[in-house]
């Protein structure tokens, strides 16, 4: 544990990388997969639970928590560690991509993002300025700039525009987060899918100087053969020694393939969201425990996992608690999930340390093609 922010990148395969993000709350392995506890909790999850799982950081929510309870009222609780009762380190997003989501509801101009709560349609302001505050008050170890993502597709005017704009309000993030040994601040680079335009936001980004760099923008309906040849230039463009996030990635296969292209960072809903849906994702591909083929199927979800759910219930009764809405079922399939993940994360890890990464994504990749097992 450090008692400033640091990145160190202790092996390398091709152009992934393994390290650690050390903070003052704790360190992160990279590569590192971040649950999201969007409104201060992972869903369905106590926060030992999710330690357990191998999760190193969790991601908080700032358009959420600043709508609902108030970062005000969670600053004079203590702050977002001692509310959601997590003591290892919290990224925090700025509240931009949220906001991109509500075009009904919301009015974007230079100074920032007037717009309506979707909870009681109060009107807020959601500026550089306010999204530093309100990371500040939350008290998030690793705070990212205020950012706008346009939709993708979009025609390379409106991508343009959104980028400068973007670069400008990251301008006002940095001066406004000011300095705060020990936290981090991170930059957003943007551009869609143009490389000159992903070029020119990095050069921006890096004559500001961060403490990170993210790559936004990404996973927003371009499909993955779109993000991956994004991925075969981004990472490169941005600084070699500084950690790099790809923000709201993904799907396990969509994860190993960025990290074989340098990414360092990620965080998704997907493993508790669709642990909530009955999904369990698995070596075998995700498998959805609502099939009838599993109502009495008495073997486990995954018989070389070791979570909960694998070692102590069978498919059969999994299924039936999905199919109940039991909370346990959205439980135990969240907490595997999040186990499936942290493992995922340990063995890329552990590949690029022993330089067997080739071999590990090519088994990853079998082993998911050859799909689930047979049902009894």
């Not at 170890?141 to 993708?152: G, H, K, R, S, T």
């Not at 999904?279 to 599993?294: C, E, F, K, S, V």
């Not at 009495?296 to 069978?314: E, H, I, M, Q």
């Amino acid at each position: 544990m450090s008692n400033t922010f640091g990145f160190t990148i202790s092996a390398r395969q091709g152009r992934a990388r393994t390290g650690v993000v050390s903070t003052p709350k704790g360190d992160i392995r990279t590569p590192a997969f971040m649950p999201v506890g969007t409104a201060a909790t992972v869903k369905a999850m106590m926060p030992e639970n999710v330690r357990a799982t191998g999760a190193d950081i969790l991601l908080g929510n700032t358009y959420h928590l600043m709508l609902r309870p108030g970062a005000e009222r969670i600053h004079n609780l203590g702050g977002l560690h001692k509310f959601m009762n997590w003591d290892r380190p919290i990224l925090t997003d700025s509240g931009g991509f949220q906001v991109m989501s509500l075009t009904d509801l919301r009015k974007l101009s230079e100074e920032g993002v007037k717009f309506r709560s979707h909870i009681d349609g109060s009107e807020h302001n959601l500026t550089p300025e306010r999204s530093m505050e309100i990371q500040k008050l939350l008290g998030s170890d690793i705070v990212m700039c205020f950012d706008e993502c346009p939709a993708l597709p979009a025609d390379r005017k409106r991508i343009e525009e959104s980028m400068q704009l973007s670069m400008r309000w990251a301008q006002r993030s940095r001066d406004a987060f000011g300095d705060r040994p020990g936290y981090a601040l991170f930059g957003i680079q943007q551009g869609g899918l143009e490389e000159d335009m992903r070029g020119a936001s990095a050069e921006a980004l890096k004559s500001i100087e961060f403490d990170g760099y993210a790559i936004g923008g990404l996973a927003v309906g371009e499909g993955q053969e779109a993000m991956f040849g994004c991925l075969d230039y981004a990472p490169g463009q941005l600084p070699d020694d500084k950690p790099r996030y790809l923000m709201g990635v993904g799907k396990p296969d969509d994860i190993v393939g960025a990290v074989q292209r340098g990414v360092d960072m990620f965080d998704c809903v997907l493993p508790s969201r669709s642990g909530r849906t009955g999904q369990g994702q698995t070596r075998m591909g995700a498998i959805n425990l609502r099939n009838a083929r599993h109502k009495d199927d008495p073997r486990p979800l995954d018989a070389d996992c070791s979570c909960p759910a694998c070692t102590k219930y069978s498919r059969a009764y999994l299924h039936h608690v999905v199919k109940s809405q039991e909370i346990i079922g959205s439980m135990l399939l969240t907490w595997h999930n999040l186990h499936y993940y942290q493992e995922l994360m340990a063995g890329l890890r552990d590949a690029i340390s022993t330089g067997q990464l080739d071999a590990f994504v090519a088994d990853f990749h079998a082993l998911r093609a050859v799909g689930d097992i047979e049902p009894v």
